[in-house]
């Protein structure tokens, strides 16, 4: 049996992958390289886990069905999922929404299709995002708390994300935990995140740049 991580070039999905053979697994990775940020850095996090004979890559587009779904028959020893593939940024869906929907909605609607069609699975878990509890004041946010006051297209991608699953898991009987991640970061993170920004900017001596609470 095995895991399949969904963005593992990324650098929650590389750590995950890399954790997961580390303890034996068996891991298919699936990334389509998006050029949100220097693919160069998605190689390399990739080099190390295509060392290893446990570790089965693939390239691919999540929102691309004709390739997703065949997986269930291809690849039908897969038993859970991790699904981390998105188009992140809060700023950047308000430019291009398209892609944002194209990738975080149609995407997962792609991932949880395929998750009822493997017999065997076991559990779905995903990423889904602290933007979700978008223009809420009460601090700190709890599960519970109101999440029907998106602040950005990324943040309602997100929410839906979650729907989608909610609906699955009413229809199909699916197993499926989803995770709000806030700042996520680390060595080999992403480097449009705060904690690098900011260490660039102390380093450099310049002045860092503040942006609506809205789309923190």
Do not use: C
Request: charged share 20%; aromatic share 10%.
């Amino acid at each position: 049996m095995s895991v399949l991580v969904t963005g593992v070039a990324g650098f929650v999905g590389s750590q995950v992958a890399r954790a997961l053979l580390a303890r034996g697994e068996q891991v298919v990775g699936i990334d389509n390289f998006s050029p949100y940020y220097d693919p160069i850095l998605k190689f390399a996090r990739l080099k190390p886990l295509r060392e290893d004979k446990g570790f089965t890559f693939i390239e691919g587009d999540i929102s691309d069905r004709e390739t997703m779904l065949p997986l269930a028959a291809s690849h039908g020893h897969i038993d859970r999922i991790v699904h981390l593939a998105a188009q992140p940024g809060v700023r950047e869906s308000v430019k291009d929404p398209y892609i944002y929907v194209q990738t975080n909605v149609m995407g997962h609607l792609v991932m949880v299709e395929l998750a009822r069609r493997l017999p065997g699975l076991k559990h779905f878990v995903y990423a889904s995002s602290s933007s979700v509890y978008g223009g809420n004041r009460k601090l700190p946010f709890a599960i519970g708390d109101r999440v029907d006051h998106p602040v950005s297209v990324y943040a309602a991608t997100k929410r839906a994300g979650e729907l989608l699953v909610e609906t699955y898991v009413h229809l199909h009987k699916l197993h499926a935990t989803g995770l709000r991640y806030f700042t996520v970061y680390g060595p080999w993170g992403r480097p449009d995140m705060a904690p690098y920004i900011f260490a660039k900017a102390i380093h450099e001596g310049s002045t860092i740049k503040l942006f609506h609470l809205g789309f923190a």
